[in-house]
């Protein structure tokens, strides 16, 4: 007897050869769902008028607001913050504990140079007469140099901030750009102000970390 386990084999159901292509069906595009149907969310798609209606403007200012223009009052909370900040370095240069490097004098050198000439520049544009640069610093040491540096910058911004409180009267008016102007210089002098900040205060914190060691 035999085993029909064994001998008896399903039958393999062949596919059939491809079918050819008839004449005239070679450039015939599949039927399919149109492709917007896959892109609906719910929301109209921007048609090319309303896409053509946006500037690359408007597409840059998407996300954020009308810059708006300085005023009078800004300029002078502006010049506040940065006497304040001036107030900070000539406390740090008295920190007994301060011990630069010739490197960091360098950098401080030419931070407190360039944060010096930005405000006397601001000053200028808010009808102060700057003056002559404090150039009798130079001939002494770098500390004095520094101190002189941020004693001048402090003038300077003290008699802009009084110049700016009597704008409005005939002669003395500051155009929206000259304002703008300003505000350019104090925030880069600002930027130069931290800079020097963060170096004076990684000298004294690498001069107390060095003192601990040695104890």
Do not use: W
């Not at 929301?43 to 009078?72: C, I, M």
């Not at 040491?141 to 910058?153: Q, W």
């Not at 002098?189 to 060691?213: H, M, P, R």
């Amino acid at each position: 007897m035999e085993d029909s386990d064994s001998t008896h084999v399903p039958p393999i159901s062949r596919a059939g050869p491809p079918k050819p292509v008839q004449p005239g069906e070679e450039n015939k595009p599949a039927a399919s769902r149109p492709f917007e149907s896959y892109m609906k969310t719910g929301e109209p798609p921007t048609t090319s008028k309303q896409a053509e209606e946006k500037s690359p403007f408007d597409l840059a200012g998407q996300g954020r607001g009308d810059v708006a223009e300085p005023t009078h009052e800004a300029l002078i909370d502006q010049m506040s913050s940065v006497s304040s900040m001036l107030g900070d370095l000539q406390n740090k240069l008295n920190n007994k504990n301060l011990n630069l490097r010739q490197s960091q004098k360098y950098l401080l050198r030419k931070k407190l140079t360039n944060a010096n000439e930005l405000i006397r520049g601001a000053a200028g544009k808010a009808g102060v007469d700057p003056g002559s640069a404090p150039t009798q610093f130079y001939r002494q040491n770098p500390m004095h140099k520094f101190m002189g540096l941020l004693t001048d910058s402090q003038k300077q911004l003290a008699q802009a901030q009084e110049s700016m409180k009597h704008l409005g009267v005939p002669g003395q008016v500051i155009s929206p750009g000259e304002l703008l102007l300003m505000q350019t210089k104090l925030t880069k002098a600002q930027q130069e102000l931290e800079y020097s900040s963060v170096l004076l205060s990684t000298a004294v914190s690498g001069f107390k970390t060095l003192f601990n060691i040695q104890i």
